[in-house]
């Protein structure tokens, strides 16, 4: 079995990746094979609205100038998927945001890519009580 997880923080071992880094650990334990992404080490932006993905049904973002594809190809290997990020202006960070809308809306085009793996949703924030951003993921699938 394998988890993917994507860090939304610019700041690679800031507070978001020491969480990370805490359930992979507890997750190797139980003999899970675990992948990291860094989301600010590659270029990701927003989705441009083309409905191509809706046309197409190939499983891919019809834009293929950013690292979009490569992700989605690596959460199809998965098994279970985790999005962590920082708050941001009560949100995520707009990395995580562009990662949620561009497979979100590849994987509904195709009859729902990601409805079958395990989710999980790790935010960081400054102030306790902060929202948690990243329920929008019970709209990923
Ligand atoms: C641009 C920006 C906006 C932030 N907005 C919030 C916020 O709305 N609420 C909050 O509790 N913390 C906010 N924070 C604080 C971060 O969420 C917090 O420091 C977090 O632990 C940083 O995680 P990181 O070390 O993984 O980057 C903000 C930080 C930045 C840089």
Redesign the pocket.
Known sequence: MKVIGF?????K???????ICNLFNELEKEGIETELVQLSHKKIHGCIACYKCMENKDQRCAVNDDSANEYIEKIMRAQGVIL????????A?PEMKALIDRVGFVSRSNGGLCRNKVGALV??????G??HPLDTMGHFS
Do not use: H, K, Q, W
């Open positions: 860090n939304g923080s610019p700041r071992n800031g507070n978001t990746g020491i969480l962590s990020s920082p708050v941001y202006f009560l949100d960070t935010d960081a924030a400054r102030r306790s902060a929202m």
